[in-house]
């Protein structure tokens, strides 16, 4: 199977495996800030994969992308990034060691950075102008409890954001809104985030968290890094 049908055929079988049980409730910005920050800082101390699948939408075309992340504590992490746009797709991956990171793109010989910042592939994201922007947010939480992803029971944490902007250029209203499903021991499985404007861009993006403590990260074999003078 093509990589674009497998990344087709990914994004609609997520998009329909959530039920949502409980009777949702409004509640505040730091009670979703904290369960964000302490399901993000559990990862920190675990073994697990995250698989992203990623679109935007303009008027000139589709660009989309996947990725998987690896991460061993607590320094070893491994990136595939595949990004298609226009016909054309582009295969990134990165392994990072301690302070080493290999990289290399399209399945060529590996390169070697030592001490430097470790990569993660391409970013997709809507652009934006370099006029001076006048913006004006506005943010509403929300708590869907007892949710089912999948056989798991979970909580879905959910932020509204409208964002009014007025430039030179012209004004309108961009609208986020940000999912999270967290388990009953506090675990992020999966998350969603969906961006749009009238006249801009639509991002839509899903990540989905795996617990695997079978997760080994080792560097490239030797033969397959290209050797610097």
């Not at 920190?44 to 994969?49: D, F, I, L, N, S």
């Not at 030592?114 to 934006?128: I, K, M, N, W």
């Not at 056989?151 to 999270?180: C, H, L, P, W």
């Not at 961006?195 to 074999?221: F, S």
């Amino acid at each position: 199977m093509k990589i674009k049908s497998v990344f087709l055929f990914l994004v609609l079988s997520l998009a329909g495996c959530v039920t949502v049980l409980g009777q949702e409730r409004v509640i505040a910005e730091k009670e979703f800030r904290d369960i964000a920050s302490s399901s993000l800082k559990r990862l920190q101390t675990v073994k697990y994969r995250r698989t992203m699948t990623s679109e935007v939408i303009r008027s000139t075309g589709r660009t989309m992308s996947f990725s998987v992340l690896e991460s061993e504590p607590a320094d070893r992490s491994r990136t595939l990034m595949i990004y298609m746009e226009g016909g054309t797709t582009r295969r990134f991956e990165t392994v990072t060691i301690g302070s080493t990171t290999y990289t290399r793109s399209n399945n060529e010989k590996w390169t070697v950075d030592s001490g430097s910042a470790p990569r993660e592939g391409f970013t997709v994201a809507p652009g934006r102008s370099g006029a001076a922007v006048d913006l004006k947010s506005g943010r509403t939480y929300k708590l869907f409890p007892s949710a089912k992803l999948g056989t798991q029971t979970t909580d879905i944490y959910q932020e509204n954001e409208t964002i009014t902007f007025n430039s030179e250029r012209g004004s309108g209203k961009t609208f986020a809104v940000r999912k999270m499903w967290i388990n009953k021991e506090g675990v992020l499985l999966r998350s969603e985030s969906s961006t749009a404007n009238k006249d801009g861009p639509i991002q839509n993006t899903v990540l989905i968290y795996e617990h695997d403590p079978l997760i080994v990260i080792e560097a490239p074999i030797e033969s397959k890094i290209e050797k610097r003078n």
